[in-house]
C-alpha cells in the first residue's frame, strides 16, 4: 500500500536523511516543519487546530490512539472493540498494551455494524474503533453511527484512515472530524499521501491527548516526548509536507479521480471474465481468482495478496496504470 | 546522537525510499538485505546467529526486548529492573506495556550497582537491563555480574548498547553475547553506525523471543509479524548494510580511536579551564559549565543538551573534528 514518492518529496526526503523530529530543540527546521505536517492533515482531515505527530505508520499511530484511550480511561480492565475488518494492528497494539479487544463482525457489505457494536461495548470500553478504508475491501465504516455509540458509553471513537485518508475526501463518505465526533484518527501520508517511507501521522482533536501520551525526557531541551518511537524520520516528515504541499488538494483529487476510475474499469473487466468481484468504492479491487492463477502471479512478480476470505487483492496506488492493469489481465488470460 | 551519514549509506538509503521491510514478501530485495543487516549486526555484538530485526530505533528495541520479556513470563506482575542511567525510553516502554519497573540507584561513576540489583530483583522480575554506553555519561555498566543476578533470579538480560554499540567493540568492556549471557541488546546503526535514520536494531540469541512478539498478518503474503511497527523504512535498512559493509570493522575502529582520542583531549582543556569534567570513556564528555554560560552556547547554536544533574553533555559523534571542538572552547573562553 506504498509508492513511488512524489518527487518533491522524494527531494526534500533526502536533505533530512540525517535529522531527527525526536528531538526537536536540536532539529529545529524538522521540527517546524512536523508543526507544518499535522497543520496540513488537519486541513485534510476537517480538523482546524489540530493536535497529533508524525508516526513511523499506521500501526504506531494506532497504538498510540489505544494506548491515549487506556491511559485516560478509569477502568483497570480497559477493552477496545473493533470491527473484526480492522487492520492486524490493533490485534499487535492490544497485546503490547495489555487492552482487551472484542472484534465484531461486520455486515454483508463488509463494514462495521453499528448494533453489533452496540451490543459489544460495555462499562470497560475505553474505544470504539472505525475504518475509513478498509485493508481488505477499502470499505467505509458508518463512522457517525459508530461515534454515537463510543460516546453514549462515555469510550473515545478513532477512525484508521491510514490508507484511505487521501483519498476519502474526494467521495461522498463521511470519515472526518468535520463528519463525526472523532476523537483520533490515523492518516498516513506514506500511502495514498505518496510520501516516502515512514511518514505516518496520529491526529487528535484535543492536546490531551497528546499529554496522556507524553513521557518525561531528561537530556533533551525539551520538557517531554509523546511518539511511541524515539528517534524519528526526518525524511519522513519533510517528505510528507513536500508531498501534501505539491499534492492538496487538487493533486490528490485528481489523482484520486483516476485510480477510482481504473478500479472501476478493472473491476469490470475481471468480472467480465467470469470472477466474482466485490465492487470497488476505493481504489482497490478484491477479486476471487483459482488458487493456481493467484500463485502464477506472484511468481510472475504480480504484488497481489490475498484477504483472509482468500480473494486476491489488488491495490490502485497512485504508480499503478491502465497499461499495467491491462498487462496483469493479459497474464490472467494467458495462465488460466 | 545521530551523525551524518556515511555516503554509501546515504546513497543507497535513496534508493529504498519507498521499499517496506514490513511486507518482506512484497519487498524481496530489502528483506533480503534486512537479513544481511541482522548478519553484520551479529558480527559487531560476536553472536553468530543472530536473530532480530531492523528497528526505527533504540526506544523501539527497548519496548521489545522489555516485551518479549513479559510475554515469556508467567508472572501476572511482571517488573522490571534498570539502573537510574538506563535511557528514558524504558520509561516509555514500561508506561506502554503495563508493567513495573524498579530504577536502581547507580554508583559513583554512574554505573549499574550489582549489589542494589541484586537487592531489587524479586520472584516478578522479568528482566534486568544494563547499559552499554550511558545517554548521560557513556558508561558501560558491570554486564557479566548483572547477567548472572538475572538468570539466578530466573529473570532475561538485556543490554541497551544504542549509541555505544559501535564503539564498544574497539574498547577493553565486557559487554557483547560473548563477553555475558546477554538475550537481547539495543544496537542503533543510525547512531555510532553511520546509518541514516532510522535504522535501530534489536538482537537476540534464540529465535523463541522473535516468537514471542509476533502477530499474524492476514493479507500479507508473510505468516507473522514480530515488529512493532508495521511499514518500515528501506532507505534505512538499506543504509545501515551500506555504512556496515564499509566500516566494519576498519572504520569503525579508525573513528572510534580517533573520537575517543578527541574527547579525552577536549576533556584536558576543559578540565584546565578549571570546569568540573566526568573523564570520557566513550566519545561523550560531560562537563559543568555555570548555567549563563551553557545558555549562551545554545544560542550561538551549539548542540549541547544537559544531564539530569545539570551538566553539559558533549557527544563526539563521527562529524565533530578537532576544529570544530577548538570552536567551542574559543565560545566557552569568549562568553565565560
Known amino acids: ?11 526534500a526526503a533526502e536533505r533530512f536523511l540525517a535529522a531527527n523530529p525526536g528531538d526537536p530543540a536540536t532539529y529545529g527546521t524538522v521540527a517546524e516543519l512536523e508543526a507544518r505536517a499535522v497543520s496540513l492533515l488537519g486541513q485534510v482531515t ?3 487546530s489540530p493536535n497529533g505527530y508524525v508516526t513511523s505508520g499506521g500501526t504506531e499511530a494506532n497504538i498510540q490512539a489505544i494506548r491515549a484511550a487506556r491511559n485516560l480511561a478509569e477502568t483497570d480492565n480497559p477493552q477496545v472493540v473493533a470491527p473484526e475488518s480492522a487492520h492486524f494492528s490493533v490485534q499487535k497494539a492490544t497485546n503490547v498494551l495489555g487492552v482487551d479487544v472484542e472484534f465484531v463482525p461486520t455486515d454483508d457489505d463488509d463494514r462495521a455494524d453499528p448494533d453489533a457494536t452496540r451490543a459489544a461495548v460495555c462499562e470497560d470500553t475505553v474505544l470504539v474503533i472505525a475504518v475509513a478504508g478498509t485493508t481488505e475491501y477499502g470499505r467505509v465504516d458508518p463512522i457517525p453511527a459508530l461515534g454515537e455509540i463510543a460516546h453514549t458509553a462515555g ?23 468535520a463528519d463525526a465526533p472523532v476523537d483520533t484518527m490515523t492518516i498516513d501520508p506514506h500511502k495514498l499521501g505518496q510520501a516516502p517511507v515512514p511518514a505516518g501521522g496520529l491526529l487528535t482533536r484535543d492536546a490531551e491527548t497528546m499529554d496522556a501520551l507524553a513521557v518525561d525526557t531528561p537530556y533533551l531541551e ?15 516528515v ?13 493533486g490528490y483529487r485528481e489523482e484520486t479521480e483516476r485510480v477510482l476510475a481504473e478500479a472501476r474499469w478493472f473491476a469490470g473487466e475481471l468480472d467480465a471474465r467470469g470472477y466474482d468481484v466485490v465492487a470497488p468504492e476505493l481504489p482497490l479491487v478484491a477479486v476471487d481468482l483459482p488458487e ?14 490475498r484477504t483472509r476470505r482468500g480473494e486476491a487483492r489488488v491495490v490502485l496506488m ?3 496504470t491502465r497499461e499495467t492493469l491491462r498487462a496483469f489481465l493479459d497474464d490472467c488470460d494467458r495462465i488460466a
Open 1 to 11: 500500500m506504498c509508492t513511488r514518492p512524489h518527487p518533491a518529496a522524494r527531494k
Open 238 to 250: 519533510a517528505g510528507a509536507v513536500a508531498a501534501m504541499e505539491a499534492l492538496w488538494p487538487a
Open 46 to 48: 476537517e480538523l482546524p
Open 292 to 305: 493456481r492463477l493467484f500463485d502464477a502471479l506472484r511468481e510472475e512478480g504480480w504484488r497481489v495478496s
Open 318 to 320: 497512485p504508480h499503478v
Open 155 to 177: 469510550a473515545r471513537l478513532h477512525v484508521d484512515a491510514a490508507w484511505g485518508g487521501f483519498a476519502l475526501p474526494f467521495t461522498g463518505h463521511d470519515w472526518s472530524f
Open 222 to 236: 525539551t520538557r517531554s516526548q509523546a511518539s511511541l518511537t524515539g528517534t524519528r524520520s526526518g525524511a519522513g
